[in-house]
């Protein structure tokens, strides 16, 4: 089973760039993996997705073109740059990974580490 362990959260003003990391230990699968985000009140919602290879990328609307999911395999590590950050973006953010094919109509996460906080100030 993998360990998943996320990295690189801290606090930024509006208009700022952040870049957060999600490193994995023990047994290595070849999983599609994604990042999510939870702020206090709200239900986690998807952010974005990559593929096992990082051919493929799927991102919700609202930050698509602002942040970008990207991964190197070599060091077990995936990625996600976020830039012109908003007030709204403040949130606990979970990587996770998912075995299930790319593309499928059901994605499974199965396997989450214990989140890292961006909190962007107005």
């Known amino acids: 089973q993998e360990q998943l362990v996320e990295s690189g959260g801290g606090v930024v003003q509006a208009g700022g760039s952040l870049r957060l990391s999600c490193a994995a230990s023990?047994?290595?699968?070849?999983?599609?993996m994604g990042w999510f985000r939870q702020a206090p009140g709200k239900e986690r919602e998807f952010v974005a997705a990559?593929?096992?290879?990082?051919?493929?990328?799927y991102y919700t609307a609202s930050v698509q073109g602002r942040f970008t999911i990207s991964r190197d395999n070599a060091k077990n590590t995936m990625y996600l740059q976020m830039n012109s950050l908003k007030p709204e973006d403040t949130a606990l953010y979970y990587c996770?990974?998912?075995?299930?094919?790319?593309?499928?109509?059901?994605?499974?996460?199965?396997?989450w580490g214990q989140g890292t906080q961006v909190t962007v100030s107005s």
């Open positions: 996770a990974t998912n075995p299930t094919p790319w593309g499928g109509p059901r994605p499974v996460y199965n396997n």
């Open positions: 023990g047994r290595t699968f070849r999983n599609n």
């Open positions: 990559i593929s096992w290879s990082g051919a493929s990328t």
